[in-house]
């Protein structure tokens, strides 16, 4: 079976985490998403990528979900120490080391897909990642601060602001000149279901929907689409999606992002049994919806959820 899967950072990565061991002999392909990712320190850095990688590798910090176990932070001291920051971005010595390759393999010319799959090799992850593209797309959110209307990185806006303010729009620059990159829209169309799993619905999955070619290529492929609900009780599961979901006009709950993708492109959609009141209002917006546990809170249950979604999706392609 050929499973596609379109990732943001520690929900997607922990569901993959469950999907590989739910069905090992699986071809998985990843689209990753790099809108978050961030020039700094002159290094380009890929929160999203790196979480999948050491998500699936064994080397992720398991507490806080991204950055890897075990780390320190020499290095980031001593460039405080000559007062060169920022220091609201929480880099390690190890973590150093992945930008560094990175950026010294970007610098000879090798695009974004091939460091990807050369850090890969290290990391051994089980499926095949490749970032959404290799062309720069970078999410900036436009907020007020101190009066004044600006656009910040959303790094800047994620963690240092702790997404604490308003945001009035969310635009991932560069996607609308971004080509997919290679293997991504070849993944999709040998694809025998898509899913979206418990990701970011605007600034994770909704920045890959964004590289024009892709969206077009999930509608077209003919096979199902399923999605989980990173929504649960009308509050995400993890990090602040509801500030960005307000952003572009989406309440937080799981029937209104199941809306919000719709049904040109989801025909499935899992709600946790706690919003199982949705899916009522799910199935009539054209989108199969099924109630199940979503709270990834260890291997087995992301591994179930997994299940759900391959059975939610033999069901839809039944229909
Ligand atoms: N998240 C934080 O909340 N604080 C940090 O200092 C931080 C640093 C960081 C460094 C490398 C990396 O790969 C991820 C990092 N993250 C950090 C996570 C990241 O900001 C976001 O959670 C994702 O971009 C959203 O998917």
Known sequence: MRIVVLAGGIGGARFLRGLRQAVPDAEITVIGN?????????????????????????????????????ETFHLKEELAAYGVGPEWFGLGDRDFATHIVRTQMLGAGYPLSAVTEALCDRWKPGVRLIPMSDDRVETHVAVELDGERKAIHFQEYWVRLRASVEAHAVVPVGAEQAKPAPGVLEAIASADVVIFPPSNP??????????????????????????????????????????????????????????????????????????????????????????????????????????????????????
């Open 34 to 70: 790099t809108g978050d990712d961030i020039h700094l320190f002159g290094l380009k850095v890929c929160p999203d990528l790196d979480t999948v990688m050491y998500t699936l590798g064994g080397g992720i910090n398991e507490e806080q979900g991204w950055g890897r176990a075990d």
């Open 202 to 319: 605007v600034v994770s999955v909704g920045t890959i929907l964004a590289v024009p070619g892709i969206r077009e290529a999930i509608a077209e492929a003919g096979v199902p689409v399923v999605g989980l609900s990173p929504i649960v009780g009308d509050a995400p599961v993890r990090g602040m999606a509801d500030k960005v979901l307000a952003a572009v006009g989406v309440e937080s709950t799981a029937a209104a992002v199941a809306e919000h993708y719709g049904s040109g492109l989801l025909d499935g959609w899992l709600v946790d049994t706690v919003d199982a009141g949705a899916v009522d209002r799910v199935e009539s917006a054209g989108i199969r919806c099924r109630a199940i546990p979503l709270l990834m809170t260890d291997l087995a249950a992301a591994t179930q959820m997994a299940r759900e979604a391959l059975t939610l999706a033999e069901e839809v392609r039944g229909v």
